[in-house]
T-cell receptor
Framework: KAGVTQTPRYLIKTRGQQVTLSCSPI?????VSWYQQTPGQGLQFLFE???????NKGNFPGRFSGRQFSNSRSEMNVSTLELGDSALYLC????????????FGQGTRLTVV | AQRVTQPEKLLSVFKGAPVELKCNYS??????LFWYVQYSRQRLQLLLR??SRESIKGFTADLNKGETSFHLKKPFAQEEDSAMYYC???????????FGAGTRLAVHP
């Protein structure tokens, strides 16, 4: 079966712009989590969605937001981009809320200039 | 505070040598711990989790609550084990993974 698909794979944006990233989970997976990966901070949890509801949120400013659709696809949005938002953004999906095995996408590489 | 510490950024060994990648955690409660691996140009994937108590690709990891450790071990390293390894802690009941900084394992011929 198809794995977790993230689009686009690469993005270059200018400071102050906004960006939307997409994650399509493995078929049947209803939980989607987002992570930010940077050389300095490593992998950090952004938020998790299950059945279109945000269940948990990490320590990121309100400029970072997300949503999940009825087909479990998820988007995350970053507004007013800053240089420090340059990172690899990963999504991870799970079968259900209690399943602990996460399947990761290949990520979206965001560069803010 | 919930934290995962991987003290080594790089572990370099020769093929056939034993490998131990260290992981220590800080968590109040009963932890659920995982090892994830990222091979070159591949996505992050689950290697093993402590509740399974299984051996994957020759790797094992034992949870030591007294020492708050979950070290990853393999008796004889192979070149194909070269990768980035992340130890992770499941936080609370909401599938939030707290990752360590990662250890790059380089296995030389």
């Amino acid at each position: 079966k198809a794995g977790v698909t993230q689009t686009p794979r690469y993005l270059i944006k200018t400071r102050g712009q906004q960006v939307t990233l997409s994650c399509s989970p493995i078929s049947g997976h209803r939980s989607v989590s987002w992570y930010q990966q940077t050389p300095g901070q490593g992998l950090q949890f952004l938020f998790e969605y299950f059945s279109e509801t945000q269940r948990n949120k990490g320590n990121f400013p309100g400029r970072f937001s997300g949503r999940q659709f009825s087909n479990s696809r998820s988007e995350m949005n970053v507004s007013t981009l800053e240089l420090g938002d340059s990172a690899l953004y990963l999504c991870a999906t799970r079968w259900n809320a209690r399943d602990t095995e996460a399947f990761f996408g290949q990520g979206t590489r965001l560069t803010v200039v | 505070a919930q934290r995962v510490t991987q003290p080594e950024k790089l572990l370099s060994v020769f093929k056939g040598a034993p490998v131990e990648l260290k992981c220590n955690y800080s968590y109040s409660g009963s932890p659920e711990l995982f090892w994830y691996v990222q091979y070159s140009r591949q996505r992050l994937q689950l290697l093993l989790r402590h509740i399974s108590r299984e051996s994957i690709k020759g790797f094992t990891a034992d949870l030591n609550k007294g020492e708050t450790s979950f070290h990853l071990k393999k008796p004889f390293a192979q070149e194909e084990d070269s990768a980035m390894y992340y130890c992770a802690l499941l936080s609370g009941g909401y599938n939030k993974l707290i990752f360590g900084a990662g250890t790059r394992l380089a296995v030389h011929p």
